[in-house]
């Protein structure tokens, strides 16, 4: 099994940075692709950033020009790097990682713990 461990949660206010970082507790035989997601009280959970192995990249409209995913492959390491913050970014950020951790193991989605971003205004 794999383990989706994220850091760098906080507070800060509007205009503001965060880099949000998660570490796999292992390298991956294999993966499709790796993201962040983000839940608000009362809303669904939803896609901020994606990265596939071959370094292609998807982004949700409202981040667009303001959040950067990128991955450490030597590190299992993927990072988001969020500026120019919003209090509407407010939510708990998740970690994802479809992949397989073997050849004959079946390919599986992922997930961290989460982390909590708030950003004042």
């Known amino acids: 099994q794999v383990q989706l461990v994220e850091s760098g949660g906080g507070v800060v206010q509007a205009g503001g940075s965060l880099k949000l970082s998660c570490a796999a507790s292992?390298?991956?035989?294999?993966?499709?692709?790796m993201g962040w997601y983000r839940q608000a009280p009362g809303q669904q959970r939803e896609l901020v950033a994606s990265?596939?192995?071959?370094?292609?990249?998807n982004y949700a409209d409202s981040v667009k020009g303001r959040f950067t995913i990128s991955t450490d492959n030597a590190k299992n390491t993927v990072y988001l790097q969020m500026n120019s913050l919003k209090p509407e970014d407010t939510a708990v950020y998740y970690c994802?990682?479809?992949?397989?951790?073997?050849?004959?193991?079946?390919?599986?989605?992922?997930w961290g713990q989460g982390t909590q971003v708030t950003v004042s205004s």
């Open positions: 292992r390298k991956f035989f294999s993966i499709n692709d």
């Open positions: 990265i596939t192995s071959g370094g292609s990249t």
């Open positions: 994802n990682a479809e992949g397989k951790i073997a050849a004959w193991y079946r390919t599986t989605h992922y």
